[in-house]
């Protein structure tokens, strides 16, 4: 179970970092350029790795139902507005929400379809999740406000 915990961790780091890179580029350019070559260079970088553990494509199949392949759009969707969304509030904030947001619809979708646990405790948990983000966002509010100096009076103007 460790090694499990230790992947996911990784997993975090890399969707972190990805996420940053693909952030600057999206500002650079745009949130759809950087989403494009988000996938173009994966796309490129997962054919090598298949080629190199398997026997390539020969044992790639299209035996699932079609809607098993929407997972490719909404991945690009999210590279999309994380690219739009990261450079504007922060990779910090943007992880917490995006955070959040899986939460919210991970306890939908176990509801809906699998119905195991405490709804109330699920509830309970994306509450604190979401709190968590309010207490974070309005503690660097105060710090903002505490930084800002006043602007100075402006100088009076004769009227002549």
Do not use: E
């Amino acid at each position: 179970m460790l090694i499990y915990i230790a992947i996911a961790l990784l997993n975090g780091v890399c969707i972190s970092l990805s996420r940053s890179v693909n952030g600057r580029l999206g500002m650079a350019r745009s949130a759809f350029y950087a989403s494009l070559w988000n996938h173009i260079v994966g796309f490129l970088f997962l054919t090598v790795v298949i080629f190199a553990m398997n026997d390539g494509f020969s044992g790639f199949h299209f035996n699932a139902p079609w809607y098993a392949y929407v997972g490719g759009a909404l991945g690009a969707l999210f590279v999309t507005i994380n690219s739009y969304i990261l450079p504007r509030t922060g990779s910090t904030q943007a992880a917490m929400l995006i955070i959040s947001g899986q939460m919210i619809s991970g306890v939908a979708i176990d509801q809906l379809l699998h119905s195991t646990g405490s709804l109330w405790m699920k509830f309970a948990g994306v509450t604190l999740i979401i709190a968590g983000i309010w207490v974070s966002k309005l503690s660097a509010l105060r710090k903002a406000r505490a930084t800002i100096q006043p602007n100075p009076a402006p100088l009076a103007v004769k009227k002549i």
